[in-house]
């Protein structure tokens, strides 16, 4: 049997009783409550008839005083008698399901109304100046029992109710130590009730559950379990679940010894490679360090030689002018001299110079990766600025427009920062459209969800554009796509991409050929200056 069905017979019977105490003792609530709201009504009752009696009471003094002076302006505000004749509506609409007090409510009516009838009597005596009848009135003594009349009516009217107030008061008392007695009874029921079927439950469940606990502790000290403990309830299932989960984790300690030993196998072969890499890149260094200063000799020589040889042109075109050769001999030197030799000298000197720039450019693609940046705040807004001031010539050549948003402050090295913005808004105004005025504009944009550290940049033109198949390669080292536009060797791009990978961030670009190129980059925000860069950042900027 489950233990869940053992525990519902257990407690089935005396949720039974307490389920009939808890209906009594909710009965006598609701009764002690309505007997405190009549009570409540019968206070509310007398409040309503004070305030009727109270007014009167006041115009009868009111009156006799005007009696005695002679107060012939005295008047009783026809307001008053309003509001007693409200209040006297309410009244009775409180006490709608009492006949007898609505009775007594209108007799309170009656005898108010009379006794209004005999006060406008005196105040109209008053008013035509007859005082000696007005006093005669008040010696009658049918004058006292008009108003006694009406104390008469409401004092018997707040006896009944001062009655029913009574028996509601009692009776309220009384529901309130019946619910007293049935919530005595429910607690000490329930408790008594709980204690039995805490003991039948737990006399059969205490031995299965201290083997079922040492099995726990021995799971918790990967030590063996004890055998399964008898049963088919919820007992024995746990039972069979922590002997399935010792055996599980055996098995996984067995596979995570071996994912370590994978693990620090492959942490060694990343090591070596990583050392292989760096041997490598250190190697390409000198080699392109090396290879670079050889070929300045030989550029030197060809470009000497190539001066000697226009030199030696000269001397020879004098010779042939001085020689004895005839008009035809002489033209013919002559066009060779001036239009083949020349045009081969032109072509090998523009080889040389190209093959200076290209060894150059080389040697600034290498040192990227071997200067040493000095962290800092770096201002991205003034940087931009001087870049701007320095292009001052080639922006109002070209007429372009240049819109500078907001731009923070980032943490990296400034002057390698500084490469990098004169290299993109170098491009952007080196390729603007001429058929159009040119805009560039330099701004930033959110970043992505989930890169908190960054601050994304941007470098945006209306200019020539880049074409799609070109976009993937776009960041690598000597690749033109618009050569005959403006002059360069093809670095400018793979140095901002070294540059902004070394600060921990990215660059990629998006563009539409004949309609114009956003550069993007992301650069540490000022905050990191007191953490290191970390190598991830990189692979997450890419994701």
Known sequence: MRLTTKGLLLIA????????????????????ANA?????????????TTAILDPVQFESVRLRGSAVSGDAGAATPIAMWMDIDRRIDQLVELVADNPSQVERAVQIRQAIQ????????IQDLLRSGRRAEVLDRFRDPTAEAVLDRVRTRITAFQ?????????????????????????????????LFAGIAFGLLARGLRGRLAALSSNA?????????????????????????????SRRLLEADR??????????????????????????????????????????SPLVNLQGFSKELIHACDDLRAAVRASSLTATQRGHIERLIDEDISEALRYLQTAVL??????????????????????????????????????QVSIRARGAQIIVRELPTVWGDATALEQVFGNLIGNAVNYLNPSREGRIEIGTT??????????????????????????????????????????????????????VERHGGRVWAESVEGAGTTFYLSLPEAARETRDVPDVAVSEAKT
């Open 446 to 499: 959110p970043a992505p969800p989930g890169v908190h550290s960054l601050r994304i940049f941007y470098v945006r033109d209306n200019g020539l554009g880049i074409p799609e198949v070109a976009l993937p390669r776009l960041f690598n080292a000597f690749q033109r796509l618009h050569g005959n536009v403006a002059p360069g060797e093809g670095v400018g791009l793979a140095l901002v991409r070294r540059v």
């Open 159 to 191: 006896q009944e109710e001062r009655r029913l107030d009574i028996a509601r008061t009692a009776a309220a008392a009384t529901a309130r130590e019946r619910q007293q007695m049935l919530v005595v009874a429910a607690v000490l029921g329930s408790i």
């Open 255 to 296: 596979l995570q010894a071996r994912f370590q030993s994978d693990l620090a196998r492959r942490a060694g072969e990343l090591a070596r490679i990583n050392e292989t890499l760096r041997q490598q890149t250190q190697e390409n260094e000198m080699f392109i360090h090396s290879v670079s200063h050889d070929l300045r």
């Open 114 to 121: 009379s006794y209004r009838q005999w006060s406008d009597r």
């Open 13 to 32: 019977i005396p949720a039974l009783f307490e389920l009939a105490l808890l209906a009594g003792v909710v009965e006598a609530q609701a009764d002690a």
């Open 36 to 48: 405190e709201r009549w009570a409540i009504h019968s206070q509310d009752v007398l409040r309503h």
């Open 354 to 391: 190209r093959a200076s720039h290209i060894i150059d450019a080389l040697l600034r693609l290498s040192r990227v990766g071997r200067v040493e940046y000095r962290q800092q705040h770096v201002d991205v807004a003034d940087i931009v600025q001087r870049v701007i001031d320095a292009m």
């Open 217 to 245: 502790q021995r799971l918790a000290r990967n030590e063996p379990l004890a055998p399964l403990a008898p049963g088919t309830d919820e007992i024995a299932r746990l039972d069979v679940t922590l002997h399935e989960t």
